[in-house]
């Protein structure tokens, strides 16, 4: 029996309980004294079999998170679903979570400790920046109709998106709960550059990159993946040009940053000092808290993506926290091996790189797939970050291309591999030659990413400049940036 269309069972079952109701309203009408003559109340009306089939319809689909079976606007459950909804609104705190404070701490954990607030005051400046752009016109571009590649303006200033009506992001959340649960994530994208670009790189240059960078990349890649008719949308756009899957943001979030990370850091020359004096992070406690931070986190991230609290949310959940453990004990591992000691810092970046590598195949892979992916995560990261790094010399200052490039990279391709119907029926008609799509949309955002991110890194030079002055940066960009110093004594 479809889960649209109530059994035979179910509506006896509601028939009877209205009669109950109904008799026993009637009974203890007959049967009290009035102290008073009063006129008859009318007896509540017995729904019609049509009505009440609906009505159970309807009931069954909020709790399958389904599409309702009522006509438009006669649903007798108007609105966003009080527990999907919940649900989407606690995701959304979750990940904003993940950048104030999680990413914040993470990242000033692990420079000196001259440069803490700088870093900090980066992830708050991206945060306020990109949530003005996202109301002006950035979720229009990115959720807009538009073409198979941009959006358009017909969300400006979030026009047209109601707190009361559903729909945009799925059938029982609010829509404007779907454009808030959407700009966390595009709140933390530019954010995770700031990993690469660390201690070297103005605030005013941060910023006028990100809000460039939101324009040709973010928006136009969060457009192509997750909207209905975007280019790269497998699941949504029966036209999509590449038909591939993502189900929180491997491409969107992890390579786009990612790669620009690496494009970034090189064009911006390394640290004063790179490679001749010491450069440990300052406070591996605060690297540790924001590790777990992102961690909790990370559930809004992934599980959050299925836009409900339903059985694919419970996947995402079981399969996050699977890779993300596997990969942390498996980075710290590889070095128990190669260096002699596991340190607080591998497990960290091997916790961080699982939760990366799972993102696209969250909801799609099965608990042993977030096996398999939670050990590649400990190791292919780990190879980049240990060993790529030096091999070519650039300064990725807190490895964001090793862990979020390459990881994303590596999820998005095993996700071709490890999807299954068995996690997610949904993706059934999208599993041959998966791989190849998967591949497909790994090269477009590499590509794009990297040729935009060095033409948006000229301008950014010309107009004001990247770096501050050497002496600026050897006094620390807390104090010549914002006045301010971390830690007083």
Known sequence: MSAAFPSWRTLACGLLVTTFFTLGSVSAQEGAAPAAAAPAAEAPATPSLEELATDVGDLQAYVNNSARVSEAGKSKIAGPGPGHNAWQMVSTALVIFMTLPGLALFYGGLVRKKNILSVIAQCMGIAGLVTLLWWACGYSLAFGAGNAFIGDLQYKFLEGVSPYATGAGYHWISDAMWAMFQLSFAIITPALIVGAIAERMKFISVLVFTAI?????????????????????????????????????????????????????????????????????????????????????????????????????????????????????????????????????????????????????????????????????????????????????????????????????????????????????????????????????????????????????????????????????????????????????
Not at 275 to 290: D, F, I, N, Q, R
Not at 308 to 327: E, H, K, P, S, W
Not at 348 to 357: P, R, Y
């Open 213 to 489: 960078w939101m324009f040709v990349v973010y928006f136009p890649f969060a457009h192509m993946v997750w909207s209905t008719t975007g280019f790269m949308c497998g699941p949504l756009n029966p036209e999509a040009g590449i038909k591939a899957i993502d189900f929180a943001g491997g491409t969107v979030v992890h390579m786009t940053s990612g790669w620009s990370a690496l494009v970034l850091c090189i064009l911006l020359g390394k640290r004063k000092g790179f490679g001749k004096e010491p450069m440990a992070p300052h406070s591996m406690v605060l690297c540790a808290v924001g590790t777990g931070m992102l961690w909790v986190g990370w559930y809004g991230f992934n599980a959050g993506s299925a836009l409900g609290a339903d059985g694919i949310a419970a996947n995402a959940f079981m399969t996050t926290t699977l890779a993300a453990a596997i990969a942390g004990f498996v980075w710290g591992v590889l070095e128990w091996i190669t260096r002699g000691k596991p340190s607080v810092l591998g497990f960290c970046s091997g916790i961080v790189a699982g939760l990366v590598v799972v993102t696209p195949g969250a909801g799609f892979v099965t608990a042993n797939g977030a096996v398999i992916m939670g050990l590649l995560a400990g190791v292919v990261p780990f190879i980049a970050v240990a060993y790529l790094k030096k091999i070519f010399g650039y300064d990725d200052a807190l490895d964001t291309f090793g862990v979020h490039g390459v990881g994303g990279t590596l999820g998005a391709i095993l996700t071709g591999i490890l999807a299954s119907k068995d996690a997610n029926p949904g993706i059934e008609g999208l599993l041959d030659g998966l791989l190849m799509e998967q591949l497909k949309a790994v090269g477009l955002t590499v590509v794009w990413s990297v040729a935009a991110t060095v033409v948006i890194t000229i301008i950014v030079k010309v107009t004001v400049g990247l770096r501050p002055t050497p002496e600026v940066e050897e006094i620390g960009l807390d104090l010549a940036e914002h006045g301010e110093a971390g830690y007083e004594h």
